[in-house]
């Protein structure tokens, strides 16, 4: 069975900085790009990022570029987000995310159960 | 830019819903539709415009090319009240529209 548990949310300081955290299982992690998608209180989802399956490439969202760097460890299945920079609209829950039936590029049909950071001013 | 139309739409149960979505540029045929409800995170519905996921049941239908994509829900019932989300990935960033919330009338 498919998992995909984040964690490392909460509360941090404006100008702050956090490193979310995204375990997989039940699925052969190299073989796909993951993704993080956000969703702020009350609102739409939000891409923020991709990283290839073996690492060699991403991309960012407008918002998040040169604040935020994806990365992943795939000796221990894990994603990973780290956030520096943290403004109040990045308050969100954050979701992980991939496309098992499609190498991850693509669309999504797994996603985690998300995590969620608070930005205080 | 992904735009979605209607914001809310109030049906009666046992109504159809057909919902919009228009890029702002070609996305070919390489659109996703999702279901979220409260507290939930998202469930893949449709990909590659027509597409059911796995286990959604027919009364879930897409349409549409390039711009111009549409969701039709069938005989809706208590559990497709939701919000609907359109995501392309021809381009990127990948984007979402802002989501058309389904409500009972």
């Known amino acids: 069975e498919v998992q995909l548990v984040e964690s490392g949310g909460g509360l941090v300081e404006f100008g702050g900085s956090l490193r979310l955290s995204c375990a997989a299982s039940?699925?052969?992690?190299?073989?796909?790009?993951m993704s993080w998608v956000r969703q702020a209180p009350g609102k739409g989802l939000e891409w923020v990022s991709i990283?290839?399956?073996?690492?060699?490439?991403?991309f960012y969202a407008e918002s998040v570029k040169g604040r935020f760097t994806i990365s992943r460890d795939n000796f221990q299945n894990t994603l990973n987000l780290h956030m520096n920079s943290l403004r109040a609209e990045d308050t969100a829950i954050y979701y992980c995310?991939?496309?098992?039936?499609?190498?991850?590029?693509?669309?999504?049909?797994?996603w985690g159960l998300g995590t969620l950071v608070t930005v205080s001013s | 830019v992904m735009a979605q139309s209607p914001a809310t739409l109030s049906v009666s149960p046992g109504e159809r819903a057909t919902l919009s979505c228009r890029a702002s540029?070609?996305?070919?045929?390489?659109l996703a539709w999702y279901q979220q409800k409260p507290g939930q995170a998202p469930r893949l519905l449709i990909y590659?415009?027509?597409t059911r996921a796995p286990g959604i049941p027919a009364k879930f239908s897409g349409r549409g090319s390039g711009t111009e994509f549409s969701l039709t829900i069938s005989s809706l019932q208590s559990e497709d009240f939701a919000v609907y989300y359109c995501?392309?990935?021809?381009?990127?960033?990948?984007?979402f529209g802002q989501g058309s919330k389904v409500e009972i009338k």
């Open positions: 995310a991939t496309g098992i039936s499609n190498n991850g590029n693509f669309y999504y049909d797994y």
């Open positions: 039940g699925f052969t992690f190299n073989n796909y790009a």
């Open positions: 990283i290839s399956d073996r690492g060699g490439w991403t």
């Open positions: 540029q070609s996305v070919g045929g390489n």
């Open positions: 590659d415009a027509s």
């Open positions: 995501q392309q990935y021809n381009n990127w960033p990948r984007t």
